[in-house]
């Protein structure tokens, strides 16, 4: 090899040189890269209640690149908990998704509060827009309560997961009930549900999600862990056109087709309150997970009002606004989206529901 270097010109073994530190560049760069993908990769434990607009949240991360979806955990909401688990098996089924599912338990967090009926003017009496899901889904669920498969989950990947809750917040406060230190290893929560500087859509003070348990959101929102709220403040801005569904059930293969058939009979319910089509509520809070660039957010305490008439109203005391002693003292300062830009946001979720269509 030496005796082979002597006789190269001195041309020659620059170039050589060159390359090889061309190729270390871009080795090292690769490396970068991969680093940086894994650092982009979130890992995400999806809690919800499916329901039409959680059914295009899950085909989001499902087919979303940057996307590791690690759990399913069901909570009644849109329908019983025996309902959203049966639909969330259905789709897990239908899509090819390998996530595990988790079934919730069926009382909020406070059991002595009353059960109001379930919302099938909006969902269907299946949750999924009447499309004739089967009763039963032969998929095995995972044997352990939701709150209990998130507390293990997140303590087998310490720092890496992020929770994404979009139906009532019980299952996290039952988790953070049985084991408050889990909190500490969540690397970020990201909700769907309250409404900051716009009315409620379930009472003028609050919205559905909150307003289902609002003991267990003011227990998310208070605890040590760092939460986003995505709510109606922004949610409500982002509706996705019927050209838009059904250009997702054109490109979007059979996937595609479920979830625009599924939409339907929510884009009937919304046309007392949009123009044309959908809310797309949860995928929004999938959004901010991977483009939270497209969000104005606001940092404070934020409390929930629990009982009376502003029951589940979500408030927030912003953090550069001083007031006397209140309940918002000492409290972690939370992120309460404000603003969103809703035609990139509505880009990003048509362009990821399509994606291996
Ligand atoms: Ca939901």
């Not at 009382?107 to 002595?112: A, G, I, M």
């Not at 999924?128 to 889904?137: A, F, H, M, R, Y």
């Not at 859509?201 to 919205?207: L, Q, V």
């Given at each position: 090899m030496g005796k082979t270097m002597r006789h190269k010109s001195p041309g020659t073994l620059r170039r050589e040189v060159i390359d090889f530190h061309g190729h270390l560049a871009s080795i090292a760069g690769r490396q970068t890269q991969e680093q940086e993908k894994k650092n982009e990769m979130h890992k995400v434990i999806f809690d919800t209640d499916p329901g039409i607009d959680d059914a295009m949240a899950l085909l989001f991360l499902h087919r979303h690149?940057?996307?590791?979806?690690i759990g399913i955990t069901t909570v009644f909401g849109n329908a019983s908990v025996e309902t959203t688990t049966r639909n969330a098996l259905f789709l897990k089924r239908e899509w090819g998704i390998d996530a595990p599912v988790a079934k919730g338990l069926d009382?909020?967090?406070?059991?002595?509060r009353p059960h109001v009926g379930w919302p099938t003017f909006i969902h269907g009496d299946d949750g999924?827009?009447?499309?004739?899901?089967?009763?039963?889904?032969d998929l095995p669920v995972d044997p352990r309560p939701a709150h209990r498969f998130i507390i293990d989950t997140v303590r087998a990947h310490p720092g890496e997961v992020t929770l994404i809750a979009v139906g009532r917040m019980t299952n996290l406060a039952l988790a953070l009930r049985e084991d408050p230190d889990f909190a500490a290893l969540v690397r970020e929560v990201v909700i769907m549900g309250g409404a900051f500087d716009v009315n409620g859509?379930?009472?003028?003070?609050?919205?559905a999600n909150i307003h289902g348990d609002p003991e267990a959101a003011d227990v998310v929102m208070a605890a040590q862990w760092p939460v986003t709220v995505v709510g109606l403040d922004v949610t409500t801005k982002t509706v996705m056109t019927k050209a838009m569904i059904a250009d997702i059930a054109e490109r979007g293969g059979e996937a595609g087709k479920l979830l625009a058939d599924i939409s339907k009979f929510y884009v009937t319910f919304y046309e007392q309150h949009v123009p044309d089509g959908m809310v797309v509520h949860d995928s929004c809070a999938c959004a901010y997970v991977v483009a939270p660039e497209l969000f104005t957010v606001r940092s404070g305490a934020i409390r929930v009002v629990c009982?009376?008439?502003?029951?589940g109203q979500t408030i927030q005391s912003p953090d550069n606004r001083l007031f006397p002693p209140?309940?918002?003292?000492d409290l972690p300062s939370q992120k309460a989206c404000i603003d969103i830009d809703a035609a990139r946001t509505l880009k990003l979720i048509g362009d990821t529901l399509v994606l291996g269509g």
């Open positions: 690149p940057a996307i590791d979806l009382k909020t967090f406070n059991p002595d999924l827009g009447n499309i004739d899901v089967p009763e039963t889904v859509n379930i009472t003028p003070a609050a919205e009982g009376g008439i502003a029951d209140s309940p918002w003292d």
